[in-house]
């Protein structure tokens, strides 16, 4: 399993950034990516403790643990320059809390989005076909939720994602301990998003672009 969407307590998560990592790794996990959500105000506090926390983690435990940041609910215009800050800040992965159909994100947040340098747009509800074309141009990995409410639209991203070549990835966007997922149910939501079993090996395949990108 490869899960590069998960929150800690460092934002709306209930574990430590360790107990996430081991509770993960007891699932058999390979890598977790450590995404607290972030804004303008609490950007330079998570990601140094985060990458902190995974630097310390990597240098004793199998699973690898890589910090990164969701930006999250900021109007969109601030995305782009949110993503060079965390990058400098030292996230090595950047999500984007797309336009999810159970929260009210502001419009035009995907597009911004995939006009960012990110690296995966999470949860991107009923984006357009325009958007996944621009994500598929600019190497974005759009994602498969297992997340309740979040994943109401998988079947519509990965139908467009398939129709203009945009590369998918599936993440849990864990926030307790019963989120995270075996790879029998991460089978279970890929088959359910209409696409075939084989696109398990093809995501977290995708996933691990996103690691070796990032190494």
């Known amino acids: 399993m490869i899960d590069l969407h998960t929150h800690s307590l460092f934002s709306d998560g209930v574990l430590l950034p360790a107990e996430l990592v081991r509770r993960a790794e007891h699932r058999g996990y390979s890598v ?4 607290d959500h972030v ?6 506090f998570v990601v140094p403790r985060i990458a902190e926390i995974a630097e310390a983690l990597n240098k004793v435990m199998k699973i690898k643990v890589i910090p990164g940041v969701e930006i999250t609910h900021v109007p969109p215009v601030y995305i782009a320059e949110l993503a060079i800050k965390a990058r400098s800040l030292g996230a090595k992965i950047v999500l984007v809390h797309g336009e999810t159909i159970v929260e009210p ?4 947040t995907d597009h ?6 990110i690296d995966i747009l999470a949860h991107p509800g009923l984006i357009t076909p ?7 141009q600019h190497g974005i990995y759009l994602e498969i939720s297992s997340r309740k ?8 991203v990965a139908k467009l994602a398939l129709e203009m070549g945009a590369k998918l ?12 997922i075996t790879i029998e149910h991460a089978s279970a939501v890929i088959r359910g998003a209409g696409l ?3 696109y398990v090996q093809i995501m977290f395949g995708n996933s691990d672009q996103i690691i070796q990108k990032i190494a």
Do not use: F, M, W
Not at 39 to 44: A, F, K, M, V, Y
């Open 196 to 198: 075939s079993p084989d």
């Open 39 to 44: 804004d303008q105000s609490n950007l330079d």
């Open 32 to 35: 977790i990516g450590i995404t």
């Open 130 to 136: 325009d958007d996944v074309k621009t994500a598929a």
């Open 169 to 180: 990835v599936l993440d849990t966007d864990s926030h307790e301990p019963s989120d995270l």
């Open 149 to 156: 409410g979040h994943s109401l639209t998988n079947g519509h």
């Open 105 to 108: 994100v502001a419009s035009e």
């Open 112 to 117: 911004y989005a995939v006009n960012a340098d």
